[in-house]
């Protein structure tokens, strides 16, 4: 007499579709506990365990299993799952190197544009008379404080102010003369 895992075998190979559902309806539940386990995402441990019942339906008629019927059934379900977490990992590592390519574009472009409009606040930079430029650079670019500058060119902190303001506007001016629209004051607070 034949078991009734053999038996169900059996008939679930001549495509039997009661056969199919019984074993379907005994270890359903079970399988998507154990997928779960191993996804942490419900939905796609039914859908891993939905798609090992439709690849046994599919291949019913050739099924070879060697040890219990139940221990196929988590092998396959195990196998199913590692081969979607690795199609997973190709996918997310092809997103990552989307956004890698997209985002080094994007900074080269940035960083492109960044020095056009530095080389462009160097040309306003230049067009200041020599006294506003000194100050204007001391301040800007070598970041010395106004008192400082004071002291260095032997100046009132008062005439200091003046000629960063001076040479503000002027800078201002040539951008707008030039037809260049940039955020001034940013560049010439990072400057």
């Known amino acids: 007499m034949l078991k009734p895992e053999h038996l169900l075998l059996t008939n679930l190979r001549k495509g039997d579709e009661k ?10 539940t079970n399988l998507v506990v154990y997928c779960y ?14 798609q090992t ?3 046994i339906w599919m291949k019913r008629s ?23 977490y690795r199609k997973l990992k190709r ?3 092809a997103l990552l190197e989307i ?13 492109t544009i960044l020095e056009e409009k530095i080389q462009l606040l160097n040309r306003a930079i230049d067009q200041l008379p020599k006294k506003n430029k000194e100050v204007f650079l001391l301040s800007r670019k070598s970041g010395y ?12 902190e008062k005439t200091v102010e003046k000629h960063i303001s001076r040479a ?3 800078i201002k001016k040539w951008f707008k003369e030039n037809n260049v629209s940039l955020l001034i004051a940013f560049l010439l607070s990072k400057y």
């Open 37 to 50: 386990n191993l996804t942490k995402d419900q939905d796609r441990a039914e859908d891993i365990v939905q």
């Open 168 to 170: 503000t506007l002027m």
């Open 62 to 84: 050739t099924l070879q299993i060697h040890s219990s019927l139940k221990n196929y059934l988590y092998r396959s379900v195990y196998n199913t799952f590692i081969k979607e």
């Open 19 to 28: 056969a199919y559902k019984h074993l379907y309806d005994l270890h359903y």
């Open 99 to 111: 956004k890698n390519s997209v985002l080094i574009d994007f900074v080269e472009k940035d960083e």
């Open 91 to 93: 996918e997310e590592s």
């Open 145 to 156: 404080k106004h008192k400082e500058i004071a002291k260095k060119l032997d100046i009132s």
């Open 53 to 55: 019942f439709v690849k």
